[in-house]
């Protein structure tokens, strides 16, 4: 893996840990040359999906577009990098298990919204927003009164103490 600090080749991991999902590995390295530490995901690679967008176009679907729409509507916000990174891997299991080889852009964008909606409450209405394509203010306090009725058992919440069976 080449070092983002001094580009060099040789490193050595110090730390992996499978992500709470078990589809990814999570491995802290260290630059040889220069000491600099950094982090790197492994995932199993899967075959390749088209998104038919609504225009009618198709395009490769790519996780990085995916977790950058997270960012997105996730900035300014405090959701860690991390948070994102565990929605998105759920949001691709769940697409991928689907077996489908095209996915309509219609089929991603509930997804999403799905996962923001436990993540994050603003996060959400801006997703949903350019998502939905509003065109009044009226939309987006119909969805603010949707999440005012939701409980907030549904919301995310932190397990403080998770119990193991």
Same mark, same amino acid.
């Given at each position: 893996? %080449?070092?983002i600090k001094c580009n060099s080749l040789e490193d050595k991991v110090?730390?992996?840990r499978?992500?709470?999902?078990? &589809?990814s590995i999570r491995r802290r390295r260290e630059c040889l040359e220069c000491?600099? %530490?950094f982090t790197t995901y492994e995932q199993v *690679?899967? %075959?390749d999906m088209l998104v038919i967008k609504r225009d009618g176009t198709r *395009?490769? &679907?790519k996780r990085e577009k995916l977790l950058s729409g997270l960012i997105k509507a996730c900035e300014k916000r405090p959701v860690s990098l991390d948070t994102l990174e565990e929605a998105v891997d759920r949001i691709v299991n769940d697409l991928t298990a689907e077996s489908l080889k095209e996915l309509p852009s219609r089929m991603i964008g509930p997804k999403v919204m799905e996962h923001l909606q436990k993540i994050d409450p603003v996060a959400f209405v801006? @997703?949903?927003?350019? @998502?939905r394509q509003f065109q009044d203010v009226g939309e987006f306090s119909d969805v603010i *009164?949707?999440? *005012?009725n939701t409980p907030l058992s549904d919301l995310h919440q932190p397990d403080l103490f998770e119990t193991t069976k």
């Open positions: 893996m %080449r070092c110090i730390d992996s499978v992500s709470k999902d078990g &589809f000491g600099h %530490r *690679e899967r %075959r *395009e490769p &679907f801006r @997703y949903a927003s350019v @998502y *009164e949707s999440l *005012e």
